[in-house]
């Protein structure tokens, strides 16, 4: 069959693998250098000097705030942190033992009912609604950490950031200021990158002028899945398996010998170590030596260095989900709250790209390339064998 | 700046016009001639002679079912049709005068909780969960629609037919053959088209893994928006708006002089009459010539008249919302549940093409062309200006 006959054009790039959809002031990944920038500033100079709602303010609007800006963008996020009643019940009729980032899911598309100021577009309305977006983020992954443990949830600590009272939500204990700092770092980690699945596919559904939570409730859902955020939990999943770093090159022959993919390996863009892996693992070795975690942190050195020899030719190095669940499982977080926790964050990353995006909106509105029938012709049902 | 530098590439398709995203055998549309068809078969034969469950196994699995496949779809959609309790709990808690989508994603993202055979891919097990969500959809569209009224829901009735049981899920009676048949035609054609925007959100979302009632939560978040799903209503609030034909003009010339953009015209693929509108507008003429609303379709015609007559040159004809709220609304149907209604037909089609796509999966991860700072320095919060 002529493939060329319908539209004009055989060859697509499957899974749009650099296709440029948009442009973007926001961020940039260098694949090949293995660099990541939020508006032009480099992360690992974003971990050490800012926090995440610097980071935030910075990944939204364009430019680090300044005093003034900080104290109120802070300010919002901190009072817009609670939840509406409904949506607390909502959350307690989902099953306990349930996927979190299923209830998430749908706590947070429950949220767009209580919140009708977005059925109409409107930027300036839109922006207001990405920063509740972004604090009540945080409350719900709290709510629902609490729900898991057959808990209430916990009212917001206005005195805490944004990363400390989402621990405090989760744990019911306020972090430390050292892990506090670590998980900060971590949040400002998974804030954006680029064109990744969850921030496309809730740009997709923005691009209809639904709404922010029909656009935030498609990021969730993506980021959901085991090829995109839920890999972190799959990682630390996989170093329990393992147990002791003697069993690594057992687990990891079998896995080589099936032609396994290993979780928190590779990624599309970058073609050698992702930035925000080599930051991760530092603060991985370092809060793994205190909390009894040393050895998944062995572990992981040692499916590292097999997996870079045998891959990393063919540029697949550790990503963004290889570290990160060791300084979550080290905290103590159920590794069931992994993937709500980088949504947390990511959160971020997509109120900004759809706020930028509906600046100048066009539908997301493909084509695909029909190779079926072009002409079949009707038979009755009891005509048909 | 040099937009070349980053990635080689400095144009790109806004909106992903005209840009191939995948293959497909489900459904072809050809813009020019008008012409749609699902699995080679013209939608005038298919709405002539199929009904909606001939149509969603066609779409589905290939092609038309025999007797005894056709009789197992049917009892496995009818035998679907119930929603956990905590699904109609979780409805109840939404507002009743709240946006019928809202409420629709939220109690679909929901339902995902009550079924987790789906958080592991599994291609079978995926179309299984498929079909159970074409025979929710219809179920969940009845129980929003019956506490929009303060009802509680009714249970669904294993006699009627998809398309009768959804009305009689709605309204609370139980539909007359003529109407089943008309409903049923406006069912078939809102099946699938192609890439449109809601299935290419569901692709999307489906193509991180994460599971079917997330991908279908993200088709139906997108479906809400105005430039999609959410047009049907908009046109029959801008006839109700108009009121007499005699005000068609003076309502027209006003957009016009605005520059406004008129709902149910235009399309990114047709450039000509839209098929399913030269269907649905026979039946509007029929169904308002015996419900009391004759004089909306009048003012429909004389809309269609000046608007062809106006942009018709530029490819603007009307398209598949202009008449389909008219017959809706002849039928006692609530506005507010156009677009649902639109969902209970589209599932099918979102389904029909999350399956194929899954067959050969490739994450859907595109890229954006960077346009902003490329070495910021920073600046220390007290020194920012």
Redesign the interface.
């Known amino acids: 069959m002529d493939k060329e006959r ?2 004009g ?1 055989a060859s ?1 790039a ?15 990944v ?1 694949g090949a250098k293995g660099w990541l ?1 939020y ?3 480099e992360i690992a ?2 971990v050490k ?2 926090t995440f709602e ?1 980071t935030a303010y910075l990944t939204i609007f364009g430019k ?4 003034a800006e ?1 104290e109120e963008f802070t300010s919002k996020l901190s009072s817009y942190r609670s939840l509406p009643e ?1 949506v607390h ?2 959350i307690r ?3 306990q033992d ?2 979190a ?3 998430l ?2 706590a947070f ?2 949220l ?3 919140d ?1 100021t977005g ?1 109409r ?1 409107d930027h300036s309305a839109w922006t207001e609604i990405g920063i509740k977006q972004v604090a009540q983020m945080g409350t719900a992954v709290g709510a629902i950490a609490r729900h898991r443990k057959g808990l209430s949830p916990l009212v917001p600590d206005s005195s805490l950031c944004y990363t400390a009272n989402l621990l405090y939500m989760i744990s019911g204990r306020k972090p430390d200021d050292r892990m506090t700092k670590v998980m900060d770092a971590a949040m400002i980690l998974h804030i954006d990158h ?5 921030t ?2 809730s740009m ?2 923005a ?5 922010m ?3 935030i ?2 990021g969730l ?10 890999a972190n939990e799959t990682v630390l999943r996989m170093l329990l398996e393992i147990g002791v770093a003697d069993r690594a090159d057992a687990y990891l022959d079998d896995m080589f010998a099936r032609k396994k993919k290993i979780s928190g390996f590779g990624h ?2 970058y073609k050698t170590y992702d930035p925000r892996a080599v930051i991760l693992k530092k603060f991985a070795d370092e809060v793994s030596a205190t909390n009894g975690t040393r050895h998944l942190y062995e572990i992981a050195q040692k499916v590292e260095e097999r997996v870079v020899k045998q891959y990393g030719g063919k540029g697949i190095f550790p990503n963004v989900d290889f570290f990160s669940g060791i300084i979550y499982y080290s905290y103590g977080i159920d590794p069931g709250l992994f993937t709500p926790l980088f949504a947390a964050s990511r959160v971020v990353g997509w109120v900004a790209r759809i706020l930028e995006y509906l600046k100048d909106n ?15 012709s ?5 005509e ?2």
């Open positions: 319908f539209l054009q697509f499957k899974g749009l693998e650099d296709v440029i959809v948009c442009e973007s002031k926001i961020g940039y260098d920038v508006r032009g500033y100079d974003l000097c800012s610097e680090l705030p300044r005093g900080l409904p019940r909502i009729e989902l099953p349930g996927n980032m299923a209830s899911r749908t598309s429950a767009g009912s209580y009708n059925d577009f680029e064109m990744n699945a969850s496309f596919a997709a559904v691009s209809s002028l639904a709404d939570y029909s656009a409730t498609a859902a993506s980021l959901k899945g085991p090829l995109h955020g839920g599309r863009v066009r539908l997301f509105r493909p084509r695909a390339l029909y190779t079926g029938d072009l002409v079949a009707y038979t009755p049902l009891s048909r064998v």
